[in-house]
């Protein structure tokens, strides 16, 4: 098992405490610790290893819960309940626990890591951490003229931050300066969320898992059957309503007003993610100034992915919608990122 | 269709005459264009990593472009765009390992230049209705501009109430885009923090300017990146809760909390200045906010300030990482102006620095008495058919307002 693990990236330059690898055990030195401790696999049938594989199991269910493990114990018992929890996560087998697990991991590591880089001005660890952000993500940090706040360069602010929904994520909404963003610890931090959980989800796909210690297997079964009926609802829609960009562009089209290009295609690819018929839909711009049936079915049928690359086109994001003034949002869009969202709700 | 009421013979006379003369203006245009090409190549400008990028160029007279190409050399290049006189030719901003791959996935996609479009089109100057042409859409035949565009259009050759407008863009609409490219320039160079060496401006070779980045860092960003930076400088999505207006869950209440990083720069700071807000008063603020009427107006009132404050550039342009876009030095067949890099922005004349084609004279035949100004000469043409140098007589003839005689 510990030479799965070695497949951590090589932070040969941070040396860190066995404290921090509690917190961050997806760092290569945990599996490094491992190794050295001379752990095996068979140790795990032992009774006294009932409690790490219990806290493992606990561990793998809040988080895919969506919430936090926030226990910080021993090191050694940290960094073994980790291990055990990949392995777990691993011989469930269903993506999006996977997925959620990696996401929550990732979470949790952003705790401490603002922990950490809140001391940075009180003793010299939070330089530390700032160079696992440079070393591992690539994100350089500077701090900040009054040492209040930190900055990271605008561009490696938007190669991140641009996949958040939240509005107040958009750079327009940020203390923009000479090439840097201005961000807090936590903000900071936050930036590189979704790198934490790709890293975490990526390793976990690409771990081989020998046999399991039966202790291990029946734990991860419990849960597998646990997941299994979790993961098999589905979304539906509840309300048959149109958004109000969509509305907007059916009477602009109604009147036989001209529409932009970019509302055209936002209309055909909605109308087509509902499943709407293709003739039904060719014949939404037949007032048009420009109809032309055959033209129009053409770029529909483009549209939908059945002609030239046979790439299906998918409904532009309510960012893009908004960027080209075709958003008309009411209250009820507040949390959307996407038109087909609207009037959807999870059951 | 058309000519519905003449006889079929009238009819084939009169489509083989337009034809023709449509061939004659092409072939003109043509011979203009190649001789530009012939005498010009130096003026093209090699693409950084030329081998990367995917070509493409339009024919005159053949409808389509035609993409996927490489070349591996600018010579390649120029002896393509001598041998066929392109009417407009495109070099991707895109980087690809297989540039002729398709469909697109196959050319795997390496990175593209960030790249801005600043469109005087899209400016709403109030001076284009005095320049506009109509062209009827039926018979091509070009009228005086009507200063009152909403006014009922009826073409006094075929009675046709369809038309397309054809602009002339005259040093106020030069000037207006000009302004908003001074304006992007200031917010890349003190808000996002590029190099002034980084940023090239180029006139488009028609009515706007295309601003291209050469900076390594933002060539692997992706289409949702590249539009939250357009939103940054359009000035589209700010909030209330950025200046410190939060919302409470009274309908239209709101309580004032400015935010920790302050409000000491970029748009923070624009508004600020404009609304005169004062960090140091937060009730001073909550007047401000009350004088608008609450917070719903108010978010409406910075919404439109915030557009108002911001840049006009195309989205599309900017977000699109798999665009073949004009090749500078290269001609417009908008204009036959060529797309020209400005050196300084402030004395850049696009009538006469992109106005590169020769002195020869041309007969042309001007479909509607025409008015412009080239390489410092105005030209007030009123009678049907005229002889004028050939970069005046081809920007007629790219325009539609002439033919060659």
């Known amino acids: 098992m510990v030479e799965e693990l070695s497949y951590y990236q090589d932070l040969a330059s941070i040396r860190m405490a066995g404290s921090d690898l509690a917190k961050y055990p997806f760092l290569n030195e945990a599996g490094e610790y491992l190794r050295e401790s001379g752990f095996g696999w068979e140790e795990l049938d032992r009774p006294d290893m009932k409690y790490i594989i219990d806290r493992a199991a606990e561990r793998v269910e809040i988080e895919v819960d969506g919430k936090i493990y926030d226990k910080l114990e021993r090191y050694e018992i940290e960094i073994l309940t980790f291990v055990i929890s990949l392995v777990i996560v691993k011989s469930i087998g269903i993506d999006q626990v996977l997925k959620k697990f990696a996401l929550a991991e990732a979470r949790r590591a952003e705790k401490f890591l603002t922990e950490d880089l809140r001391k940075q001005n009180e003793n010299k660890k939070g330089s530390l951490f700032m160079k696992i952000l440079e070393d591992l993500f690539k994100l350089r940090i500077v701090v900040s003229e009054d040492q209040r706040l930190f900055k990271v360069r605008v561009v490696d602010y938007l190669a991140r931050a641009s996949h958040f929904h939240e509005q107040e994520w958009k750079l327009i909404n940020r203390l923009v300066h000479k090439g840097y963003v201005y961000l807090d610890a936590d903000e900071t931090v936050r930036l590189i969320r979704n790198e934490l959980s790709v890293l975490i989800f990526e390793k976990v796909r690409a771990m081989t898992l020998p046999t399991l210690p039966q202790s291990i297997k029946s734990k991860a079964d419990e849960l597998r059957l646990k997941f299994l009926s979790r993961y098999e609802r589905r979304i539906t829609p509840t309300k048959t309503e149109y958004p109000p960009c969509i509305k907007h562009a059916l009477e602009v089209m109604k009147k036989g007003e001209n529409l932009p290009h970019s509302a055209r295609v936002m209309l055909a690819t909605f109308m087509l993610a509902i499943g709407k018929p293709l003739d039904e839909i060719v014949f939404m711009f037949e007032n048009a100034p420009d109809f032309n049936e055959k033209i129009t079915r053409y770029q529909v049928e483009h549209l939908a992915g059945m002609k030239g690359s046979h790439t299906k086109y998918s409904v532009p994001s309510c960012d893009k919608i908004r960027n080209e003034n075709l958003c008309f949002a009411t209250a009820e869009c507040d949390t959307l990122i996407n038109p087909v969202q609207f009037g959807r709700k999870k059951k | ?405």
């Open chain 2, 1 to 405: 269709m058309r000519y519905a009421d003449k006889s079929s013979s009238v009819w084939q006379e009169e489509e083989m005459r337009e034809d023709k003369s449509a061939a004659k203006t092409s072939s003109a245009l043509k011979k203009a264009f190649r001789e530009y090409y012939f005498n010009h190549s130096k003026a093209i400008e090699e693409p950084f990593k030329i081998e990367h990028r995917e070509f493409g160029y339009m024919q005159f007279e053949q409808p389509g472009m035609l993409r996927h190409l490489s070349f591996k050399s600018m010579k390649e290049l120029d002896a393509v765009l001598v041998r066929e006189a392109p009417s407009d030719v495109y070099c991707s901003n895109a980087y690809y390992e297989f540039p002729t791959g398709q469909p697109m996935q196959e050319k795997r996609w390496l990175g593209a230049d960030l790249i801005f479009d600043i469109d005087g089109k899209d400016l709403d100057m109030p001076c284009v209705p005095s320049h506009s042409y109509p062209l009827c859409i039926q018979c091509g035949s070009a009228s005086p501009p009507r200063h009152d565009e909403q006014r009922h259009y009826s073409c006094s050759s075929c009675g046709s109430n369809k038309a397309e407008y054809v602009s002339v863009p005259c040093t106020k609409c030069i000037d207006g885009s000009k302004k908003e490219a001074r304006r992007l320039i200031e917010f890349l160079l003190f808000d996002i923090g590029l190099e002034l060496s980084a940023i090239a401006i180029y006139f488009s070779g028609n009515n706007g300017f295309h601003v291209h980045i050469n900076d390594e860092g933002y060539i692997s960003l992706d289409p949702q990146d590249r539009s939250n930076l357009v939103s940054y400088l359009s000035g589209t999505g700010l909030i209330l809760e950025s200046i410190g207006v939060r919302k409470t869950n009274r309908e239209d209440g709101f309580f004032i909390r400015f935010p920790k990083s302050g409000l000491a720069y970029g748009w923070r700071r624009r508004i600020a200045e404009k609304l005169k807000i004062d960090m140091t008063s937060a009730t001073k603020f909550r007047n401000i906010v009350n004088q608008y009427r609450g917070y719903d107006a108010f978010k409406a009132e910075l919404e439109r300030l915030a557009k108002d404050m911001g840049v006009r550039i195309d989205p599309q342009v900017t977000t699109d990482i798999h665009r073949v876009f004009r090749m500078p030095g290269t001609l417009n067949s908008k204009s036959g102006l060529s797309k020209t890099k400005c050196a300084d922005l402030y004395s850049f004349d696009p009538f006469l620095d992109a106005c590169l084609l020769g002195e020869n004279m041309i007969n042309i035949k001007v479909k509607t008495p025409v008015k412009l100004r080239l390489k410092k000469n105005t030209f007030n043409i009123s009678k049907e058919s005229a002889e004028i140098p050939a970069y005046a007589a081809v920007y007629l003839m790219c325009k539609g307002l002439a033919e060659a005689n």
